[in-house]
């Protein structure tokens, strides 16, 4: 066979693996568990760290105060040193709806060491443990609830030996745009790949991950794992803290979300650039041997189906037309159910190729700025030397 052929089979081969043995990430069903009422509804603190959030919060926080949810419930929004009034508007906003309690606190700027957004996660679990609340909803300032939402999440995540001591749901990002439709899908789609749901949620597995954006975590479990302190450096902070929730003996669950939605738009490339530019290189814990593995590995898996097909074709090699196609066809059929879950057209599976490469540069452009100091920007600030998770 032509070396063109050999590059087509070998892809092939890891489309039939991710297929088969990697935790059928492609599959969509892991949705929020049901179970029955419990006879006593525990507590609940909602902490939201909000940094120049005034454009979100009338859409979000909204929906947090009037979540209709049987238990004692308040909401801490811990302004994290705004330039745009986010502080007065919340407060505006709970005198108009009512609702749940809300306390606005400010933590000032990050001590040495610590992420902006785990600084004022620190302050407001702080200040929520002041009435010792049952759980704690870790919820980011652009995220919308359902009103039943957090009902929802502490009924499934239950009591006793049976229970989670973290339920996280991946909140359905908004896909309007033409850029939106082409890359969102795949965000979650590769987030997936990288922490198979099914894996994570089995008892004793080795993986652990959550989506930042709805994390409800039991009190204790928090205490046990030392949330935040522990990951007080992680740039990519919900993986680190379900890992250390996992390593503290906690049982975690991860799924899609149903009633649960991200507000904020991505409109232009360039502003879903920046957000996955961001964490991209932390995930590979800014190992440069870990991205010299990654781009030729990305390229086989995600680019050499389609130009082998063509390749193939052109040139008259049957070997690589066909194993192109069938790893191209392999990989469009393991993306269509987050296209199903995102309502979006099947005609976009093909063109996921297209959205791997877009990734790759954008993870290249995360590790040049990293290595010229920029590190992990976002909102003001910048952490030129963020660590993946803590080192233990």
Known sequence: MSAVAWIAVGSLIAWVWLLLGQGFYWRTDQRLPRRGDPERWPSVAVVVPARDEAEMLPVSLPSLLVQDYPGDARIILVDDCSSDGTGLLARDLAARYGGLPLTVVTPGEPERGWTGKLWALRHGIAVARREKPDFLLLTDADIAHEPDSLRDLVAAAGSGSEGFDLVSQMARLRVESFWE????????????QLYPFRRVNRARSRTSAAAGGCVLLRSEAAERARIPDSIRQAVIDDVSLAREVRRAGGRIWLGLAERVDSVRPYPRLADLWRMVARSAYAQLRHNPLLLGGTVPGLLLVYAAPPATLVAGVLTGDGAAAWAGGAAWAVMTATYLPMLAYYRQSPWLGPLLPVTA??????TVDSAVRHYRGRGAAWKGRTYARPEAAPDR
């Open 181 to 192: 439709r082409l890359v969102v899908p795949a965000f979650v789609y590769f987030f997936g």
């Open 357 to 362: 490469v877009l990734y790759l540069l954008m």
